[in-house]
């Protein structure tokens, strides 16, 4: 694809929740290009991968490579596209890697699928996760570059935290659908957002023309980019409109609901169909209350991995290298270029908090925060090496026991695909830590084409468990704060401020659902206002 042929050409992606796709959709538009969204993989999808892709590929690409497939196919036999505008005038993107994961391998499985399937010469466009920040050949048509990835990467952040949001009010609202209602409006405006950001006019603004003059263009160009990302309200006042439209719906969090975690393989635990049994659905009409996992984590994940992988080769030096290793200068440039390559890598992760957590207090702060890291790896590194690549490496048994240690679930449930390698070797590596650890409620789910029943009902045993911890939880709260639980909610039906989605409700030792730090929350506001044990019976306040 070159440049000349940008305003003919569709660019087409997916693979992500519905919320990431509508706003790297806006991303896209915003950059200039004309871009659509796959749809979200069904069972016919699977079934279109196995039968035009390689044998032993797992989950995601039979789901993805099916669904690019059938996509083109209803183009060309539904809507009479002819196959030659449909490879003239469309390209698909996606990610690239390497390792032993088959994620590397996902390139050529599109490739020899649209061969297959009577495609052959449709378009498949490739940026490496690894990549960096410019990876723009001459001529190209998508240029990966700077605007490309900022517009992603903040469209990723709002994705997760309005997914965060979602899952954590969806469950308590008192009238159904209308958090879904506000959700869709929240997402109408934070696209509009992506879309009309303009980073072109930033870029030839007075900042980068006043940096040109002591530094290279492309340095003061990039440095008046990154100012105005840490510095511009352009996201977070859009956020703040989706904060105050969210206080709308009204939830009742005096309903006790498990927590359960959902972590894995990174398209299983994000995708929201049939490629993961639909399984964020089913726990929430099960009871549960769903907390994802966000992919500013897998982003901030790979930058630690480089950090890891940086100073582990410290000191070593290039074959090729002109100076004598041993040779001071040597060892003094190699120091600098360590230094230097360790400050940009710290810089990078300090800048992604930052912004995630900016975004996230514009929000209204109730959605979790990032990780960090390098706790994820202390804990992580004892049952699974941190330096073995391949899949999320540690991550999956790192965030088992980083949430269930720190009370932010009372389940975690790991999404594979079926024969994930790096998966199951994360699986192995769970039974040391269950042993350990007690307490914890960890159930791994290995997805396919087909065996829905079969996963609902080990989830469903395993949340049974959950179920019993949250209820005497909560029934342990209510005796603790003093009142009765219909004294606690005659207390907040005189206060509209406590049934608002976006408050402050602080964490308690000991207690992990929603539903059990609420009511302590109200306890202590009841004992701070005065108010006697018996309001359910009699007494009445003033709506606030």
């Known amino acids: 694809m070159t440049r000349d042929e940008r305003d003919r050409i569709t660019i087409w992606f997916g693979g992500l929740s519905v919320r990431h796709e509508q706003l790297i959709l806006a991303a896209l538009q915003g950059l200039g290009y004309n871009a659509g969204v796959i749809a979200t993989p069904e069972k ?57 994961c088959r994620f590397g391998m996902y390139e050529a499985e599109f490739r020899l699928a649209l061969r297959n399937s009577g495609f052959d010469g449709f378009r498949v466009v490739l940026f490496e996760m690894n990549g960096g920040l410019d990876q723009v050949s001459l001529e ?16 990723f952040m709002m994705g997760d935290l309005l997914n965060d949001v979602a899952y954590a009010i969806r469950p308590y609202e008192v009238e159904r659908g209308q958090a879904e209602q506000v959700f869709a409006r929240c997402l109408a405006l934070c696209q509009d957002a992506v879309r009309e950001k303009d980073y072109d006019t930033i ?8 940096l040109s003059r002591v530094t290279p263009v492309n340095s003061a160009v990039a440095a008046a980019t990154f100012v105005d990302q840490l510095r511009g309200a352009h996201y977070t006042d859009v956020l703040a409109k989706c904060r105050a439209m969210i206080d709308d ?34 726990l929430e009409d099960e009871g549960a209350e769903v907390l994802v996992e966000p992919v500013t984590t897998w982003i901030s994940y790979l930058l630690n991995q480089s950090v890891n992988a940086a100073k ?112 199951t070797q994360s699986d192995g590596a769970q039974a040391a830590v269950t042993s350990h650890f007690k307490d914890m409620i960890f159930i791994p789910i290995e997805t396919s084409g087909e065996g829905d ?12 468990e959950a179920k019993a911890m949250c209820k005497d939880e909560f029934h342990r709260a209510v005796h603790e704060t003093g009142y009765t639980l219909a004294d606690l909610r005659a207390f907040v039906a005189t206060r509209r401020d406590l049934r608002r989605p976006v408050q402050d409700i602080p964490h308690r030792s000991g207690f992990v659902g929603r539903a059990a730090t609420f009511a302590l929350h109200v306890g202590g506001l009841m004992r701070r206002e005065g108010v006697a044990p018996g309001l359910a019976s009699g007494s009445s306040g003033t709506e606030t």
Not at 203 to 210: P, T
Not at 453 to 464: K, T
């Open 203 to 210: 870029q030839a603004g007075a900042l980068a023309a006043l």
């Open 44 to 100: 016919a999808d699977f079934q279109a991968g196995k039968e035009f892709g390689n044998h032993g590929q797992c989950n995601p690409a039979y789901f993805t490579v099916g669904a690019l497939v059938n996509h083109l196919r209803r183009m060309r036999d539904g809507d009479g596209t002819p196959l030659e505008d449909i490879l003239n005038n469309n390209v698909f993107i996606t990610a690239g890697s390497c390792g032993p």
């Open 312 to 423: 582990d080769r410290a000191g070593l030096h290039s074959d090729r290298e002109s100076i004598p290793a041993t040779s001071v200068r040597s060892r003094a440039t190699a120091a600098l270029v360590f230094r230097k390559k360790l400050f940009k890598l710290a810089l990078a992760q300090r800048m992604l908090n930052r912004e995630y957590g900016r975004f996230r207090k514009a929000l209204g702060g109730t959605a979790h925060q990032l990780a960090d890291q390098t706790e994820l790896l202390r804990v992580g590194h004892p049952y699974y090496n941190s330096r073995a690549g391949g899949g999320k490496g540690h991550l999956e048994v790192a965030q088992n026991i980083y949430c269930s240690s720190r009370e932010l679930c009372h389940m975690v449930l790991s999404l594979k695909p079926f024969g994930c390698m790096p998966s």
């Open 453 to 464: 029943i079969r996963a609902h009902s080990r989830v469903q045993m395993a949340l049974g």
């Open 249 to 282: 719906v009204e939830v009742d969090y005096l309903r006790p609901k498990p927590i359960c975690k959902v972590t894995g393989e990174f398209w299983a635990q994000i995708t929201e169909g049939d490629g993961n049994f639909h399984m964020f659905r089913f």
């Open 140 to 155: 190209t048509g998508v240029e990966f570059n700077l605007n490309f990835f900022i517009s992603v990467l903040n469209s």
